[in-house]
């Protein structure tokens, strides 16, 4: 058996491999779409509350320390991004000639 002759075979395999595996996903995707009642925003709820990206809030003050804590994110991107944007904008101008 040649290179070329091995070589197509492994293509054939890998790809037949990947077709069987993409269909899998799609059924997978359309059927979890199916029991959400084809709503992409609660599949993907529910998707972030099972892997824990996404916690249940109960409380009052569980959101007021999410809302809290998201407060301080900003607010630390604020005091990094304004300085650095502030010595953007009051650079000098310099004017340069060119030669005559």
Same mark, same amino acid.
């Given at each position: 058996?040649?290179?070329? *002759?091995?070589? *197509?075979?492994?293509?054939?395999?890998?790809?037949?491999?990947?077709?069987?595996?993409?269909?899998?996903?799609?059924?997978a $995707?359309?059927?979890?779409? +199916?029991?959400?009642?084809?709503?992409?925003?609660?599949?993907?709820?529910?998707?972030?509350?099972?892997?824990?990206?996404? *916690?249940?809030? +109960?409380?009052?003050v569980?959101?007021?320390? +999410?809302? /809290?804590?998201?407060?301080?994110?900003?607010?630390?991107?604020?005091?990094?991004?304004?300085? =650095?944007? $502030? /010595?953007? =904008?009051?650079?000098? *101008?310099?004017?340069?000639?060119?030669? /005559?």
């Open positions: 058996m040649s290179a070329t *002759k091995n070589s *197509k075979r492994t293509s054939i395999i890998l790809l037949g491999m990947a077709t069987l595996i993409g269909l899998w996903v799609s059924a $995707f359309v059927g979890a779409l +199916h029991q959400t009642n084809w709503q992409f925003g609660e599949l993907a709820r529910q998707y972030m509350l099972a892997t824990g990206m996404m *916690k249940p809030m +109960h409380t009052l569980d959101f007021y320390s +999410h809302i /809290k804590g998201i407060e301080y994110l900003i607010c630390v991107a604020f005091f990094v991004a304004f300085p =650095v944007f $502030f /010595k953007y =904008v009051n650079q000098e *101008k310099r004017t340069i000639q060119v030669g /005559k």
